[in-house]
């Protein structure tokens, strides 16, 4: 498996984790040690991260259900269907599973407004699901911005009342947000757990290794900010700050992860960031673009003011 | 009699439950019932009408560069903006990319299972499922649900090549798409095109027909009304023509021009408040009423003059007469893997007319009051956004989605599609109906899309139909 980077604590303990790693792949060809099982829930949410993680390249998808663990449970997936895909599910309760949530959880009117399924004749709602699977997983991991944040499932006015998994679960959730969550950040935190154990986490249990950095502080636009160079429409190639970008205040790796086999990203497409990473998405994001804030010259742009300064 | 329920019904996007009665194994009753709401059309009222083209794109995960389109479309013409040439060869090379991306995906993903022993892994295991391929067949098509993964990632990263990202793109916007496409990108997207055709051409249209010659019955399930509809799309260029698909529907045996107008929603068994139990798009954004006596399902019914229409592959194939062997679940899943062939030689006409380095952006002004729609044939079938602006914000945004056309409730006349399609299909094992998933499937629903709610507990009206 490709070794994850970005990260310090695993830096200093490499030859500690190649020798785990080591140990654990020779358990799994002989057969004393099993791969980890995963469930992959989808709650309130477009079911866009499951599609983003087919994306996925070093490790691909491929390699994630084949080699890293074991997918027990995906609505979008499973061969099995109906009452025998639910007992596939609940037979992960009692043992060792890592949980995936996608997806906001709506709890308004006792959460009927996502069914996930029927158990023993009983519909399950995505808010009981969350409290069944989620007390008893070992690793709960939030990924997408609806499961991290709440994110367009909550925008306002909140139709369904949903939350975000961490604000639902008293024990920590690791917070994956990103909408879709870029399979790069899922496949590096998840291989972490795997191969090295927890990553170093922030305050809000997103990984430092993807969430530590602004897009802004990596921007490869960033000498025309630094010049106060702003574009007035899409598709201009300088700084689209002036257009309402939210890369100074959105904490993930876009820059150096890009997306889809890594062949461009929002900032590369001539387009600004919308925070999509970022808590508060979108209602604290708004307008994603917007065409009325002043250019420079006309009231003061932010990055002439600073290079006066 | 007895009842089969399925829930979840996996391999769809997003959560359905299948409610059907079965008599001496016929299927006499028939409901789907979409089991996720989250109120998209509340929350688009009061925002900037730009936005509309970000936010509605997590309407659904698999098919986001199909809402940026409509929505897109739906802002020009409010905006009065008129789109470029370029713009539009631009934004319907990415919107392509999409349909590759969606068709592939759902061939190999969410299809195959039904009827493809996969390797032993729990996420395949199908025990006392109806597989009947020769180990030789069986395991060219397992193989290549595999080597799929990376044709339909392909499509995404064609799709982002001006689209910026996939899911939820960036780069379709007001006026076609927002980076100006260098001759790098052009020459990427015709390479990685060639790619996907070589394994369309080479895997997945033989693969289709292998699995139509071993299920050869269910050319003869799942048909439906037969009534097709298309808002048309890759059409009407100037210089161009229509590469694919007018605006056109397909009623009482004959193909006749659609009328906008003609379109409209019933909520006669939808839980939704009433009056008004059917109206156009403009007119309301219908509130929602769980305890709605009567009712089964949150999921609306579109008709077309009072008709219940089929959207996608197979109507567009129908409508142009390109395909008319007949209307199945089968000849579904042929058309999907017919028109992912012909979308990908669309795809190269349009490539050939870029001219690089064009710039088709331009700074826009949202007016104080606006009305218009944006109405065009994605992946899964006819999509609409309504968009009504006023004080320069969204006061109204309606979306009727092509999961909405097939998977929708009854009004006091007609049944839904997919729930006339499941009408007199033969299960032959009342333990394991795999003809109900397969037949639902072929319509590659997404209950995303729908974005609708069930009703907790509440009784469906008991169709009683004569077989």
Known sequence: MTKPTYNSTADCTTKLALDLFGRVREGIANGTLSKRKVVWLELTGCSGNIISQMNAEFPDFAYLITQMVDIVYSNTLLAKEGDPAMDQLFSVLGGDFILVIEGAVAVKDDGVYTIIGRYSGQRITALNASHIFGTRASIVLAVGTCAADGGISAAFPNPTECVSVQDLLSRPVIRLPGCPCNPAWFMATLGHILLYGMPELDEFNRPRMIYGTTIHDRCPRRSYYDSGIFASRLGEETCMYMLGCRGPITLTDCPISRWNQRINWPVQDSTPCIGCAQFGFPDRMEPFIDYTVPQAGEAGAQGNQENQG | ?467
Not at chain 2, 266 to 275: L, M, V
């Open chain 2, 1 to 467: 009699m007895s009842q089969i329920i399925i829930n979840p019904v996996t391999r769809i996007s997003g959560m359905m439950e299948i409610e059907v009665t079965v008599e001496n194994n016929l299927i006499l009753d028939a409901k789907t019932d979409g089991l996720m709401f989250r109120g998209f059309e509340l929350m688009l009222k009061g925002r900037p009408p730009l936005d509309a083209v970000y936010f509605t794109q997590r309407i659904c995960g698999i098919c986001s560069a199909a809402h940026a389109t409509a929505s897109s479309m739906g802002l020009e013409s409010a905006l009065g903006v008129t789109v470029s040439e370029q713009g539009r060869y631009l934004r319907d090379i990415t919107h392509i990319c999409d349909f590759l991306q969606n068709h592939i995906r759902h061939f190999y993903q969410l299809t195959v299972p039904d009827y493809v022993k996969l390797p032993d892994m729990p996420l395949f295991e199908a025990t006392g499922r109806d597989f009947r391929m020769p180990p030789p067949v069986n395991d060219r098509i397992a193989r290549h649900y595999f080597d799929s993964l990376a044709i339909s990632r392909l499509g995404h990263t064609m799709m982002a090549v001006l689209g910026g990202k996939a899911p939820h793109c960036h780069g379709i916007y007001v006026g076609g798409v927002t980076k100006p496409a260098s001759t790098q990108d052009l020459l990427a997207l015709r390479s990685m095109a060639r790619d996907v055709r070589a394994f369309v051409e080479e895997a997945m249209l033989p693969d289709a027909y292998a699995v139509a010659q071993y299920y050869g019955e269910y050319f003869h399930m799942g048909g439906g009304f037969g009534n097709m509809l298309s808002y048309g799309c890759f059409n009407n260029y100037p210089g161009l023509g229509t590469l694919y698909v007018d605006p056109l529907v397909w009623i009482g045996g004959a193909v006749h021009p659609l009328d906008p107008a003609g379109i409209n929603e019933n909520t006669a068994t939808a839980f939704y408040r009433e009056p008004p139990a059917t109206y156009t798009p403009f007119e309301t954004v219908v509130e929602a009423d769980p305890g709605k006596p009567d009712a089964y399902s949150f999921i609306k019914a579109p008709r077309y003059l009072g008709f219940p229409c089929e959207v996608g592959p197979l109507a567009r194939m129908w409508l142009t007469g390109e395909y008319r062997n007949g209307i199945s679940a089968m000849d579904r899943t042929i058309a999907r893997a017919l028109e992912t062939q012909k979308l990908l030689n669309i795809f190269d006409t349009l490539l050939e007319r870029v001219i690089p380095d064009t710039n088709v952006q331009a700074e826009y002004t949202v007016p104080r009051e606006a009305m218009d729609a944006g109405l065009v044939d994605t992946s899964r079938g006819a999509l609409g956004h309504w968009i009504r602006i006023e004080d320069g914000v969204i006061a109204l945004y309606q979306i009727i989605t092509p999961s909405a056309w097939n998977l929708s409730s009854q009004t006091q006349d007609t049944m839904g599609t997919a729930e006339q399609a499941l009408l007199g299909a033969h299960v032959a094992d009342l333990e394991n109906p795999v003809e109900i998933g397969r037949i639902i499937r072929s319509f590659d629903p997404c209950v995303s899309c729908a974005t609708h709610v069930h009703t907790p507990g509440g009784q469906g009206r008991v169709w009683k139909v004569v077989p």
